[in-house]
Each structure stands twice: as C-alpha cells, then as structure tokens.
C-alpha cells in the first residue's frame, strides 16, 4: 500500500498526537500543527495528501483555513476532513460547502476516523480513474456515514453503468454481496463488541484488499457491496477468500471487547451484457449469499452467468 501523508491541525497537542500516532499504526505518514497559518503554509509548501481540520483554532478558524486552501491552485486539490467539537447541522454544512469531503464530531472513535480517512483518499483516486471530477462522488448523499462506504444508491448506479460498459467493451465484471454470518466474543462476560464499532472494522477490512476502482457499499444493515470491474469469477472469489482472511484472522475491540467475525459471500460474474441489469445482477448474488450462509466451512458460493447461458 502507497503510504500517503496526512496533516492534522488541533490546536491541543495531545489530542494531535494522538491521531498522528493512529494514523500512522494504519499505514500512514502523519504530521501535525496547532495553528491555522502553519496548516496553510505546510499545504503550500506540496507533499500533504489530505488535511484532518479543527475549527476552532487560536488564529485562523478551520472554516476559513479551508476556503483559503480551496482558493489556493497548488493546494485546491487536497481532501479536507473537519474533525470538531463543532458538529451542528449548520456548521456541517457550512463545511461542505466550503469544500470539506467529510465531517467528524469529536469525541471521535479511532476506527471510524480511519474509514473516514481511507473513503476520501479512495474517492481521490476514482476520480482519478475515471478521469475527471464527476459531483455525485463528492455528494454525502452517496456515502454511509457509519462506514465511510458508498451506499446502495450508489451501488445500483454505478453497478448498472459497469455491466453496460462490461456489455460494450467485452470484459469482466463481479459483483459481491458481503454478509456477518458469525460474531464471536472473547470474553463472554464482557461481551462482543458493538455493532456500529464492528461494521466500522469490516469496512476498513473490506477496503484495504480491494483496489482503488473496485465499487464498495454498505448496502443494507450489516450486508456490504462490492463491483469489481475486469474480473473475473476466478478473481472474485481470491477477493473474497483475501477478505475472509483479514477479518478472521482479526480480533476487533470496542475498546476491551475482543471479538472475531466470520462472513459469508454471494458471488456472480458475468460479461458481454449476460446479466440483464442490476437488479438481476444483485439478485442473483443474493440467492448465492443466501446457499452460503447455510453451509459449514467456508461459506463462499459464485456463479459465472455467461456459463449459464
């Protein structure tokens, strides 16, 4: 995994250092100031790929260093996420119009923070991919707010835009429906881990083996979505055997609830339009998803559509 640099600006050295040291136990490079000029003038001078923000700083307020950054043609570029104490409706949206990509209330939770981190350097790089800037990809109203993944809205357009491009240009698309079958806790006094803490891990899990133009989504409660252009069923299924791995050889905690998940995969592929849109696509992964989670052992069931036809 490219390391990428995060700039954290808190005017409370503990609190910055505190999200420095996790970013970086998750693969990060992270740096941090306490003042809003120093944010703008390490922006400026070039290598920060995203800036985690404070509004209340002791000489320039966030909202104003973020304007500033997005006026700036050398620094407009950088994702920025508000982390505050200030978290009403008004200045949640005051910050995006500004140009935030996302907002979080302190006091935060680690996880979350990460997943919040990963979806905007992940949305980064879509874009990036699909060659341009296209609005939805920036709008909240696409994402989950829990997991920092997109949801089913999304899902259901982009899938429906993949098998059609599949269609066109005669290459593989898979499509991933991703369930919690088992949760396991450590200790059974304490109990598992909640489960807005664990879907939070499975996302970042989910994410980190997928490449940055797969199609990732929490679709509903704890069933995850994952649209995998250009592969195949072959592909599909070391996919999911690489996420089954991660999350079992995992032990989330919440913070002192050690927990273990185990999952289930409903697998389908197809290429040159054998699918005959998304809701078929989804359908069909879900009677597969449905067949896993009775079996034992590995519960993974794929099916190639092409051959089925």
């Known amino acids: 995994m490219e390391q990428y640099t995060v700039l954290v600006v808190d005017?409370?050295?503990?609190?910055?250092?505190?999200?420095?040291?996790g970013l970086k136990l998750h693969n990060y490079h992270a740096q941090g100031v306490y003042t809003g000029q120093a944010a703008l003038d390490r922006c400026e001078a070039g290598g920060i790929d995203l800036v985690l923000l404070d509004i209340g700083l002791p000489d320039i307020d966030g909202h104003e260093v973020c304007s500033r950054l997005k006026a700036n043609p050398k620094t407009?570029?950088?994702?920025?996420?508000?982390v505050t104490g200030k978290g009403d409706a008004a200045d949640v949206s005051k910050g995006y119009k500004l140009g935030a990509v996302d907002y979080i209330a302190k006091p935060y939770n680690l996880p979350i923070v990460m997943v919040r981190v990963n979806c905007a350097m992940r949305t980064r790089h879509t874009m990036e991919y699909m060659g341009g800037q296209p609005d939805y990809l920036m709008d909240p109203?696409?994402?989950?707010?829990?997991?920092?993944l997109r949801n089913r809205r999304f899902l259901m357009e982009?899938?429906?835009?993949?098998?059609?491009?599949?269609?066109?240009y005669k290459y593989p698309v898979s499509c991933l429906l991703v369930d919690i079958d088992e949760i396991l806790a450590e200790d059974t006094d304490l109990g598992a881990a909640s489960m807005d803490d664990l879907l939070a891990e499975i996302a970042l899990a989910i994410r980190g083996s997928s490449r940055?133009?797969?199609?990732?989504?929490?679709?509903?409660?704890?069933?995850?979505?994952?649209?995998?252009?250009?592969?195949?069923?072959?592909?599909?299924?070391?996919?999911a055997n690489k996420i089954q791995e991660e999350v079992s050889s995992t032990t989330f905690h919440d913070p002192g609830f050690p927990t273990h998940a185990k999952l289930s995969f409903g697998i389908v592929s197809c290429a040159n339009g054998a699918a005959l849109g998304a809701d078929h696509i989804l359908g069909e992964a879900m009677r597969n998803l449905f067949q896993a989670s009775t079996m034992l052992g590995d519960k993974i069931v794929a099916r190639d559509l092409n051959k089925d036809n």
């Open 11 to 21: 005017d409370c050295e503990d609190e910055t250092a505190l999200l420095c040291e």
């Open 141 to 148: 109203v696409y994402t989950d707010h829990l997991t920092g």
């Open 212 to 239: 940055y133009y797969d199609i990732l989504a929490r679709f509903d409660g704890a069933l995850f979505a994952a649209v995998l252009p250009h592969a195949s069923l072959h592909d599909a299924v070391s996919y």
């Open 158 to 168: 982009r899938l429906q835009e993949e098998i059609e491009k599949s269609h066109r």
């Open 76 to 82: 407009r570029d950088i994702p920025v996420i508000f």
